[in-house]
């Protein structure tokens, strides 16, 4: 399916950040049959095309061709939702159209939005109900292993990988319900230890059968450290390689 990017199509790559978006959006990318980037670099800021997104949209749903909308979530929202709420344009997908969003909510903290909010806001401007808006919880610790959930529904663990639930003070396991760090088990990293992550993120098991197992993320503790995945050397690092030998 031809998928609609919200970012912007680089012809160098010149910071880490937008190497980094790059490096997490190119395995999805693999499913496309086409790429339509929505965004433009003008001026040194992102900006919406809205009159190539309207093109493009109105281009599949008029002859009923599925597409996939996918990004960032804080690219989604500041840069397709808001954009689209402030021009009062509405691009009515039709059922067959699916959004995709990753990169978790730690830099729309501040902006205090919760998922119903974000899905609502969907459902506003392009006309995507729940069933159709897939968040993607992930990390690099864990590359290839991916937790997706549908609308508000809980994060959906697969068949190959475990969720436990620790207690902040004890790590003993918790059942269903009950609150604490997030451990991750997974087969798939082989060449690195990264087979059992324990992050800082707090969250709850929510269903748990012979098949099915989902868990929600909470957020993290007030006083952790806001880092996103691969940022966990500290601020002053490379500027002190210079004085330091790390070899």
């Known amino acids: 399916q031809p998928f609609l990017i919200v970012d912007y199509k680089a012809k160098k790559i010149n910071n880490s950040e937008l190497s980094a978006r790059i490096a997490g959006m190119s395995g999805y990318l693999l499913a ?42 804080y690219l989604i929202y500041e840069m397709l939702l808001l954009k689209l709420k402030a021009l009062k344009k509405v691009f009515p997908c039709q059922n067959n159209v699916i959004l995709i969003h990753f990169g978790g909510w730690k830099k729309l903290k501040d902006k205090k939005i919760n998922k119903s909010e974000f899905n609502h806001l969907i459902k506003k401007t392009l006309n995507i109900q729940d069933k159709n808006i897939v968040d993607i919880y992930g990390f690099t610790e864990q590359l290839g292993t991916v937790y997706p959930a549908r609308g508000i ?18 790590l003993e396991p918790l059942p269903i319900g009950k609150v604490g760090f997030l451990q991750f088990i997974s087969p798939i990293p082989t060449s690195y230890p990264g087979f059992s992550i324990l992050n800082d993120d707090l969250g709850m098991l929510t269903e748990k059968k012979e098949n099915i197992i989902k868990f929600e993320i909470l957020g993290r503790p007030s006083k952790s450290v806001l880092r996103g995945c691969g940022d966990t050397l500290p ?11 790390y070899a």
């Not at 002053?236 to 210079?242: D, G, P, R, V």
């Open 153 to 170: 529904d809980g994060c959906r663990v697969p068949a190959y990988s475990e969720v436990i639930v620790r207690d902040t003070k004890t």
């Open 235 to 245: 601020e002053n690092f490379f500027s002190n390689q210079t004085k330091t030998n």
């Open 32 to 73: 496309a049959s086409k790429h339509h980037y929505m965004l433009d670099f003008y001026e040194d800021e992102l900006e919406l095309n809205v009159d190539k997104v309207s093109e493009i949209i109105s281009e599949y749903s008029d002859a009923n061709k599925p597409f996939v909308i996918i990004g960032y979530t």
